[in-house]
C-alpha cells in the first residue's frame, strides 16, 4: 500500500497477491474496502485497488478534472507507475464507469473487462437519480452537522419512496453521511451524476477484450437494463444476472466472487 502522485494529486492504492495484474474499480463513495470486500483474489492473481479521485484517502482534486476522462487517466498513471504491461480491469458501478472510458481508449492494453452493476451508460444517471445524490451534497454543505444532514435525508419524501422500493439501495445512499472525509468530497454528488463516461455506443466497439457484464434487478441505480445495454455493444460481452442485494449481501457477493472467478479463468491466469 502507498500513494503515487500524479496531475500533482497524491493516489492511495494498495496491491495484494502475485500473478496477472486486476486492477478493481470501486464505486462513488467507496474506496480500496469496498471493492476488497467484494471479490477475493484467488491464487495466481494480483489484485490492484486504488482510492479514486475525492473517495477514501485521495483528495477531490480541482473539480474541472472531477471527470470520466481524467479518472480513466489515472488508471493509466497508476499502471503505468507500477509497470504493467496489459492487465485485466473491473469497476463496481462508477468504477465500471471509469472502466469502460479506460478500455475504449486503452483497449490495448486491456486483456479482460469486469462491469459490476454499471449505474452508467452513455447518458447521466436517470433524473430521479441524480436527485438523490445531489440532495446528499446540499445537505452535506448546509446542514450544521452530518448526523443533523443525515436526519433530514431519511425524513425526505423521495428518499421514503426509494427506501421502500429498494431498501438497499436506500441503505447505500445513506452510508454517505458517514463516508471518510465527506465535507470535503461531497461535491463529487453534483459532478459525476451529470457526466457521462462516452458519448455513443458505437465507441463500445473499440473494445476487444472478453468482457463480463454483472447486473441485478431491484435496483432502480444500477438498472439490469445497464448490464444488457453493455452486452448488446460490447462485441465479445457476457451478461449474468447475479443475485441482487435485497435477497441478501452475503449471496450477492458470493455470486460476484464466482461469477468472476469463472471469468478469470478465461484469461488464463496460473493457478485458476
Known amino acids: 500500500m502507498g500513494y503515487f502522485e500524479h496531475q500533482g494529486m497524491r493516489f492511495y492504492y494498495r496491491t495484494t497477491g502475485k500473478g496477472i495484474p486486476f486492477i478493481m474499480l470501486h464505486g462513488m463513495g467507496g474506496d480500496t474496502r469496498q471493492v476488497r470486500r467484494l471479490f477475493q483474489p484467488p491464487e495466481g492473481v494480483q489484485m490492484i485497488y486504488m482510492d479514486q479521485r475525492g473517495n477514501g484517502y485521495t483528495e477531490i482534486g480541482p473539480l474541472k478534472k472531477l471527470r470520466f476522462d481524467v479518472m480513466a ?149 444500477h438498472r439490469l437494463q445497464y448490464g444488457q445495454y453493455y452486452r448488446d455493444y460490447i462485441p465479445d460481452a457476457e451478461f449474468v444476472e447475479i443475485i441482487p442485494k435485497s435477497e441478501g449481501i452475503r449471496k450477492h457477493y458470493e455470486s460476484v466472487q464466482v461469477e468472476t472467478e469463472r471469468f478469470l479463468s478465461k484469461t488464463g491466469a496460473p493457478g485458476i
Not at 117 to 136: D, K, S
Request: charged fraction near 30%; proline fraction near 5%.
Open 73 to 221: 487517466e489515472d488508471v493509466e498513471a497508476l499502471a503505468d507507475y507500477l509497470k504493467l504491461g496489459r492487465f485485466i480491469l473491473g469497476g463496481v458501478s462508477m468504477g465500471a464507469a471509469v472502466a469502460v472510458r479506460y478500455a475504449v481508449e486503452h483497449h490495448d492494453r486491456v486483456i479482460g473487462l469486469v462491469l459490476i452493476r454499471p449505474a452508467w451508460t452513455h447518458f447521466p444517471m436517470e433524473v430521479e437519480v441524480r436527485e438523490l445524490y445531489h440532495r446528499i451534497a446540499e445537505l452535506v454543505e448546509t446542514s450544521d452537522s452530518l448526523e443533523e444532514a443525515a436526519g433530514i435525508y431519511v425524513e425526505w419524501e423521495k428518499y421514503r419512496s426509494l427506501k421502500k422500493k429498494a431498501p438497499e439501495a436506500a441503505k447505500s445512499l445513506l452510508k454517505h453521511f458517514s463516508e471518510y472525509k465527506i465535507e470535503d468530497n461531497s461535491e463529487k454528488f453534483r459532478v459525476l451524476p451529470e457526466q457521462s463516461p462516452f458519448h455513443n455506443p458505437g465507441q463500445l466497439k473499440q473494445i476487444g477484450c472478453k468482457t463480463l457484464v454483472l447486473a441485478t434487478a431491484k435496483d432502480p441505480i
